[in-house]
Each structure stands twice: as C-alpha cells, then as structure tokens.
C-alpha cells in the first residue's frame, strides 16, 4: 500500500487564537477530510500551556497556565516544543529553535500565524531595567513576588506607593486591583496609596465616554490619584518623573501603556498597521500571500459592514483563532471559506474591590455597573475564555458558526 506524507496546517504560538485555531482545523478535518489526502494539525509553540493574559492583573494564581497536551492528544494536534525565528513565505517553511537550542525546518501547506503581542517599552530612560508589567505571566510573577518583598521594609513612601503607568484598559484593571492588594500585603494600617499616570488629556482614553462617569467614581471610590496630561520622562529605583519635572517616590512602577504585535508578523511581505498587526481579508488569508492566515492579536480584519476592526483583545482572538483554522483547513481540502464577522461588541472592565463596567457596542454604552458588571467579569474570567478539555466539547466550541456566549 502507498504510504501518502500528510499535508500540514502549521499554527505558530499556543494562546487563545492559535489554539482555537488548531482546534477548529482539527474538527473541520474530522467532519471533512478524506484518509486518502491526509492532513497534520501542527502547533509550535515554547509550552503546551495557554497563558490566561485577561488575569494577569489579578494576584498570581496556578490557574492562569493551563496545561494543553491532553488535549492536544484528544484531538489529534501534533504539539512542537519550540520558537520559530523564521518564517520563508518564499519556501513554505519556517525554522525554529527548541529549549535546547536544537534548530529546525518545517514545510507548511497552509500557516496560521497567532503569535500574539507584547507589551511596548519606548525608549524611556530606566523604563526596562525598572518597571514592572502585567502583560506575559512570568511578568505578573516578577511583580507579585515584588509586592511580597516589599513586607519586609520599613514603611515609607515608596514602598508604599505604587504608580501605574497608562490609564487605559489594563492600567485601570491593575490600578484598581492594588490598594485591596497591597493592604492585603503590608496590613490594613499601611498608608497604600495608587497613582495612575496617564498621557492623555482624560482617563481610558481609548474607552471613550460612555464608561468614564463609572471609572472616575471607581477611581475616587478606591482613592486612587490621576494625573492626566502628565507623560512618564524616566524612571529609577526609587521612582519616577514626569515630563512637567513632578517626582513620585515609589518602589513600584508598573508599564501597561501600549502593545505591540508579534515580531514575527514582519517576516510577512504585506501590509501591516501601526500596531504591527498583518491586514488580513475577510476569510482572514493575507491578500499578498494566500497560504497565510492570521489571528489573535497578530492581525487585523473587519469585524462587520460598518467599518470596524479588531481589537487586542481574547473576545477577537477566539473567534479569530475559530475562523483562520476553519478557513486554512477548508482552503487545503478545496471547500467553500467562511468569512468572519463579529459585529456584536462588549466591553467588561474590572474596577477591583469597586465592582466592574460592561459596555455594550461600538460607542460603548454602558449595560451594567456594580454587583452585576462583576458577576460577569467573573464569569468570563473564570469559565468563558477556559478551553473544554475533551474531544466532544471542545469540536463543538470550536465551530466558527457558534457565537461566544456571554
Ligand atoms: C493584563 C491583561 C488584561 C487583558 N484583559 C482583557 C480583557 O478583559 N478582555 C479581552 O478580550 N482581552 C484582554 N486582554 C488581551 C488578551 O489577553 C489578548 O488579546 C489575547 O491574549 C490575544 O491572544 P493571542 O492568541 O493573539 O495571543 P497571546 O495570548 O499573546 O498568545 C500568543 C502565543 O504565541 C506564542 N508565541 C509567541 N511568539 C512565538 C514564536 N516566535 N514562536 C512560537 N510561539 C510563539 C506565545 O508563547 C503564546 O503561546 C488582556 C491582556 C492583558 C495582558
């Protein structure tokens, strides 16, 4: 009997886009695909783990590294420990390097790039060497065995303060996770104060209107200080200075403001935005190279008629991941694509021991406050972005047709 090598669907990285990615390829060749013309759902990433990122603003738990092999196994992905550093559109191939240092080549027939993103540290001087992040869990990690550390100070002002750089989503998420933290840290008596520093002129301003009457009265609520208009100039162990001279001693400066995407999403011959993200079609395939699919926080597509786009965010990247795995297996067995579209969109800000903010659609009105915004931000953080961990459910939520339930 002839011995057929199977063709290969390669997803780079194993967060939500990717393993939603591999999850959809998997089923649509389950229903679909002929043992005559086999096919290899491949991912390579560094773990089999997926970093639950939306919760690295909360203290550390176990549960935000959830581990993928079982299931990997249950539904047929073939797992490849390893970085790639190379991407040949040229050739097909990628190269990558394992926790060895062992290089290697592989050959894809279609590619699914969800790499991801990362914080953006500008050139601020002591940016790097001395702020803290919440963005990749070994970040989180650094910073809540810092907050551990700092019990075994004397009180003083620096040690109990912290700022927090960028007011935007994660900013105001973190910022408002803190003084309940850090009291829960260094005592109720200690004299916690939080400080966000915010370049522009008004608070999560990418947020828009419609929740900032509720952020302020979290804000004021939680007495956490803003200064507004007011850009970090640099950096040092003690604290910081703002670009109008003020100085603020702190021992913990945490950088939120700005993402990046993948640096990997360069090694694409196409158009990318100002956040790195590849633009792809509606069948998530970029335009310039059609065996290239894109998801997660690595592109960005139209998410409907009307003339908006993905965001960072998991609520894009798990219908992305669904779409691009579905669209590159469909594309390598000769079927139909299925365009992507999303046009339903929520917002859900965590404001810490205040309660949280639900928006709802793209001029962000708000739908629910308080006890109720927080149930959900519960829900959705501690049920909805968990993958199902066997075969059955896990095809079944990995159909592109069927809508997250929030
Ligand atoms: C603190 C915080 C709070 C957030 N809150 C929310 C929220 O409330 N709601 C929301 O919708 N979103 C939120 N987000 C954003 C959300 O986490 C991201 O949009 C989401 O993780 C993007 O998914 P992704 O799969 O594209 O990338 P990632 O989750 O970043 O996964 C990328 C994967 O690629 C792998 N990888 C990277 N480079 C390589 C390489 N060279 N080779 C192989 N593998 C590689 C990584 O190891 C990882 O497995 C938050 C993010 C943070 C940091």
Redesign the pocket.
Known sequence: MQHLQPQRILI????????WSALAAARRLDLEASPDRPVEVAL????P?????????EAVPAGMAVPLQELFTATGVRFIA????AIRTDADEVD?VDASGQHSTLHYDRLVL??????YRPDIPGLREHAFS???GDE?AALEAHLHRLAARPSSVARNTVVVAGGG??GL??ATELPARMRSILGDDADVRVIIVERADAIGPDLGPGPRPEIDRALAGLGIECRLGSAVASIDATGLTTADGERIDSATVIW?AG?RA???TAQIPAERDALGRLRVDANLRVPAVPKVFV????AVAPTDDAGNHT???????IP??RSAGDNAAADLLALALTPYSQPDYVT???LGGWGAVVTQGWDRKVWLTGAEAKSM?SM??SKL?YPPLDREAAFAAANPAVALAL
């Open positions: 780079i990285g194993a967060g939500f886009a990717s393993l390579i990433a560094p773990q783990v997926l970093t639950i990122r939306p919760r690295l603003y390893g970085s790639v550093h990558l969800a790499a991801g993103s990362s914080l919440v963005d990749q989180a989503f994660t998420e973190i939120t993402v993948s640096v990997l998801a997660g926080d690595a965001l960072m965010a998991c609520q894009h990247a992305l991941g859900c800000l965590d931000k959705i953080n972005i």
